[in-house]
């Protein structure tokens, strides 16, 4: 028996609930299969936990979260909380989230399943077998820099300022990861920045290619104009590898990637903070889809983000590889054998519910692992 994993679950509000009740299922199937146990812990979330507490999450919430070794998280929002205060709407709790845990690195992979490679905006053959990374950077640049506001200006004119700022160690510290999954894939970098224009493009430059050389070179590292990567991205996806950059270029970069493998139902994402003296970082695994109001409440959600955003958890946070391998197949293996969701599910496929898909994911590994 592998000892404890300590992990917090917020399923938060419209179809958050509906994809974490697949995870549930997979917690289950783990501990009865492989003989791995979690101490699960469930707590709100975004408009759920505004409805109980009057805030997006509380103190002893964020208490709970600071010491799971993870936080799996479902989505939140939804129209029933538009009109409650800028601070504690529900999206306030996952900004507070990501802030309290300094999750300063946000993994987005771009895996293009062969079964759907025709949902994808590019050719077939441009996208299947696709699998890049992206890292972006998540607490620094131009959405947090001062100087920013509004001003009015005695002309008349109104000023709009926002600060593009990067410091060495924060450079240092996403690149390291980055290059730290290079290498647990396949050994490639591109760090993108906009070095001809801007000046905190040039120091990100010349610090990624300090952090390659001092302490990775065996990984390949190349530099790329986060114009031309965009352009790349759609062009030749199939390049690169991972994909290192900063907030801003990220933030669009990975949402261009997003739609090279089709669906948002099928994305997860991970944010992960500094590591502590036993090498354990803060780790927050998430799908990249919002709570989806249109179809809360109807059985038709796509677990699979929420569920590839628990095998990266697995991989990431707790180094189970193996299960979090098997898990994908099980994922690979569903939607060969037609599993669709409606979100997936193209003309002429009758779609499947979201249950029914947990069910065939299950089903799946019980045939990987006899
Ligand atoms: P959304 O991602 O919730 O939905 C966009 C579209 O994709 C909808 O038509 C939805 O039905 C579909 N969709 C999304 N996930 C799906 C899934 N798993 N299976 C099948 N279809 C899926 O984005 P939105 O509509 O712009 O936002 C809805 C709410 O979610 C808003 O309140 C927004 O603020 C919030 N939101 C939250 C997060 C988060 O919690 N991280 C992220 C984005 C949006």
Same mark, same amino acid.
């Given at each position: *028996?592998?000892?404890?994993?300590?992990?917090?679950?917020?399923?938060?509000?419209?179809?958050?609930?509906?994809?974490?009740?697949?995870?549930?299922?997979?917690?289950?199937?783990? /501990?009865?299969?492989?003989? $791995?146990?979690? /101490? $699960?812990?469930?707590?709100?979330?975004?408009?759920?936990?505004?409805?109980?507490?009057?805030?997006?999450?509380?103190?002893?919430?964020?208490?709970?979260?600071?010491?799971?070794?993870?936080?799996?998280?479902?989505?939140?929002?939804?129209?029933?909380?538009?009109?409650?205060?800028?601070?504690?709407?529900?999206?306030?709790?996952?900004?507070?989230?990501?802030?309290?845990? &300094?999750?300063?690195?946000?993994?987005?992979?771009?895996?293009?399943?062969?079964?759907?490679?025709?949902?994808?905006?590019?050719?077939?053959?441009?996208?299947?077998?696709?699998?890049?990374?992206?890292? @972006?950077?998540?607490?620094?640049?131009?959405?947090?820099?001062?100087?920013?506001?509004?001003?009015? !200006?005695?002309?008349?004119?109104?000023?709009?300022?926002?600060?593009?700022?990067?410091?060495?160690?924060?450079?240092?510290? $996403?690149?390291?990861?980055?290059? &730290?999954?290079?290498?647990?894939?396949?050994?490639?970098?591109? #760090?993108?920045?906009?070095?001809?224009?801007?000046?905190?493009?040039?120091?990100? @430059?010349?610090?990624?290619?300090? $952090?390659?050389?001092?302490?990775?070179?065996?990984?390949?590292?190349?530099?790329?104009?986060?114009?031309?990567?965009?352009?790349? =991205?759609?062009?030749?996806?199939?390049?690169?590898?991972?994909?290192?950059? /900063?907030?801003?270029?990220? &933030?669009?970069? #990975?949402?261009?990637? #997003?739609?090279?493998?089709?669906?948002?139902? *099928? =994305?997860?994402?991970?944010?992960?903070?500094?590591?502590?003296? #036993?090498?354990?970082?803060?780790?927050?695994?998430?799908?990249?889809?919002?709570?989806?109001?249109?179809?809360?409440?109807?059985?038709?959600?796509?677990?699979?983000?929420?569920?590839?955003?628990?095998?990266? *958890? !697995? @991989?990431?946070?707790?180094? *189970?590889?193996?299960?979090?391998?098997?898990?994908?197949?099980?994922?690979?293996?569903?939607?060969?054998?037609?599993?669709?969701?409606?979100?997936?599910?193209?003309?002429?496929?009758?779609?499947?519910?979201?249950?029914?898909?947990?069910?065939?994911?299950?089903?799946?590994?019980?045939?990987?692992?006899?």
């Amino acid at each position: *028996m592998v000892a404890n994993k300590k992990l917090l679950m917020l399923p938060g509000d419209g179809i958050g609930p509906e994809v974490m009740a697949e995870v549930r299922r997979l917690i289950d199937w783990m /501990d009865r299969r492989r003989h $791995v146990s979690f /101490d $699960v812990t469930e707590d709100l979330v975004g408009g759920a936990a505004y409805d109980v507490h009057g805030v997006a999450i509380t103190d002893a919430t964020m208490e709970a979260a600071l010491g799971a070794d993870a936080v799996l998280f479902g989505a939140v929002g939804g129209p029933k909380w538009d009109d409650v205060g800028y601070d504690v709407r529900p999206e306030a709790g996952l900004l507070r989230l990501r802030k309290d845990l &300094d999750l300063f690195a946000n993994l987005r992979p771009a895996i293009c399943f062969d079964a759907l490679a025709d949902a994808s905006s590019l050719k077939r053959d441009l996208v299947s077998g696709l699998d890049i990374l992206i890292v @972006r950077e998540l607490t620094g640049g131009v959405y947090f820099g001062e100087p920013r506001g509004i001003e009015d !200006l005695p002309d008349g004119q109104r000023r709009g300022v926002n600060t593009q700022v990067y410091t060495t160690s924060e450079i240092h510290r $996403v690149c390291r990861v980055a290059f &730290d999954l290079a290498r647990k894939r396949g050994n490639r970098v591109c #760090s993108t920045e906009k070095s001809n224009v801007m000046e905190s493009g040039v120091l990100w @430059r010349q610090e990624a290619q300090r $952090v390659h050389d001092e302490e990775f070179p065996d990984v390949e590292l190349t530099h790329m104009l986060a114009d031309n990567c965009g352009m790349q =991205l759609v062009r030749n996806p199939a390049q690169f590898d991972v994909i290192v950059t /900063d907030n801003l270029f990220g &933030d669009m970069l #990975s949402d261009v990637a #997003s739609m090279l493998t089709g669906s948002l139902g *099928m =994305l997860p994402s991970a944010s992960l903070g500094p590591a502590d003296d #036993s090498g354990r970082r803060r780790a927050l695994y998430e799908p990249v889809h919002g709570s989806a109001p249109d179809i809360a409440g109807q059985g038709k959600a796509n677990p699979l983000a929420m569920i590839q955003s628990y095998a990266m *958890m !697995l @991989r990431y946070s707790f180094d *189970m590889a193996e299960d979090a391998d098997l898990l994908e197949q099980a994922v690979r293996n569903a939607l060969d054998s037609g599993c669709r969701t409606i979100d997936i599910a193209g003309s002429g496929i009758s779609p499947i519910s979201c249950t029914e898909m947990g069910a065939a994911i299950v089903d799946e590994l019980d045939r990987l692992a006899a």
